[in-house]
């Protein structure tokens, strides 16, 4: 079945600094990914997502993830974080049965220290 | 585009009440529309998934009914928890897909449940 995995449960940058968030999936085919931020109290909201084409993605809010599959990975970039990035991260795929549901991974909770 | 409303934002009852949470999507059609739930510090679970005009399919463990979902039309989808115990506070928020793209779900903002 598919899945992902988000190693890093918390992550603190400082402000300005460069983020690298990861996601490793786990599925034969090219499968569809996404990620998606969540503040607190808040609902998710889509970063960005790959279905095919080009491994790099741009996402809103200056984000950007790429694929790939050598490596079984989908990481979220930023090269500049802003104090407004601290939030809920979570990447997630797509079960291929007939609802199409999400699996998420478990989320990665980004602290943006001054 | 792709707004998804929900209403109430947060809710206090009465242990033994039924709370009604609505979800809409307000800009496009939603085919599909999936309740999560979500425990402190911790991911989404699904609850059910429903199609307009159908039976919500349930996800193992999740009571039927206890969590009533109706997806009346292709804007509005709701979730009724009956008598509701303390337990059954948590986030609630709902996502919904629509016809043009299939494989994104669009989520509201979520609603706070609290039991007493």
């Known amino acids: 079945a598919q899945s992902v995995t988000q190693p890093d449960i918390h992550i603190t940058v400082s402000e300005g600094a460069s983020l690298e968030l990861r996601c490793n999936y786990s599925?034969?085919?090219?499968?569809?990914l996404f990620w998606y931020v969540q503040s607190p109290g808040q609902g998710l909201q889509l970063l960005l997502k790959y279905f095919s084409g080009d491994t790099l993605v741009q996402g809103i809010k200056g984000f950007e993830a790429e694929f790939k599959r050598s490596q079984s990975s989908f990481n979220l970039r930023k090269p500049s974080v802003h104090w407004s990035d601290a939030a809920e991260y979570f990447c997630a795929t797509v079960d291929g049965g007939a609802t199409n549901k999400l699996i998420f991974g478990t989320g990665t909770l980004l602290a943006v220290q001054p | 585009g792709a707004v998804v409303s929900q209403h109430p934002s947060w809710v206090i009852c009465k242990s033994g009440t039924s709370v009604k949470i609505e979800c809409r999507s307000l800009d496009f059609q939603a085919t599909t529309m999936f309740w999560y739930r979500q425990f402190p510090k911790q991911s989404l679970m699904l609850m059910a998934t429903s199609n307009e005009g159908s039976k919500a399919t349930y996800e193992q463990g999740v009571e039927k009914d206890k969590f009533l979902i109706n997806h009346a039309s292709l804007t509005l989808s709701t979730l009724t928890v009956t008598s509701a115990h303390p337990e059954d506070s948590s986030f609630y928020i709902c996502?919904?897909?629509?016809?043009?793209?299939?494989?994104?779900?669009?989520f509201g903002p979520g609603t706070r449940l609290t039991v007493l």
């Open positions: 996502s919904a897909r629509g016809l043009e793209s299939t494989d994104t779900q669009y």
């Open positions: 599925y034969g085919a090219t499968p569809y």
